[in-house]
């Protein structure tokens, strides 16, 4: 992914680590999605180990950033370009965080009366998830290949996490209309979850603007 970006330059092992980071951050909603459909279906045992197998890549995220950034320092690319690295992988930390700690609430969630609609709800929104996530992917491939592709692929992005935030309306909609069926941590948690999931649609709205001011900024170069 990254390497394709750098087309004309040295390969490094920043590149290939950042790729690896970055396609990780990706996986993390990918994972989510699996627990939420997992939970919606009673699959209690599914949910946990996509959040489990999600903690570990997140864990692996962490590590890869710590590396990415140490090599940065070394300066083996030139300062814009470890600059846009830094960036992209900052942000898609970011939203890897934001997937965990929904992730998190579903685990928890498993042990709560929470009525079928509402999970029906999450995840119909954690889909639109996985495809704005792939969607950046896509985005972050076609820098060095095709900038014009990759400021459309950007802006679709803008049109995914529109959807996501009907759903987060819907979402708090369905919470008001079944709160007087569930107790109040239940509430508070479905309300961490709606949060963070709308979070992770944020950040990958904010890498992918992000994109497009890479793809202006290498036309012009």
Known sequence: ???KWFTKRRKSKVLEIADRQMTLAIDTVIEL??????????????????????SLIEHEIDELRRTVFEELTRGSLPSKDREDIMHLVKRLDEMADHVKDAARAVTLLLEAKVVKEMWEQFAETSKDLVVCATTLREAIERLGTNPPEAMELAKKIDEIEGSVDEKYLKSKALLLKHSKKMDAATIALLKDLIEEMEHVADACDDTADYVRILTVAREAA
């Open 1 to 3: 992914m990254m390497e």
């Open 33 to 54: 999605e699996k627990s939420i459909n997992a939970a919606s279906g009673g699959k209690k045992d599914e949910a946990k180990a996509s959040f489990e197998k999600l």
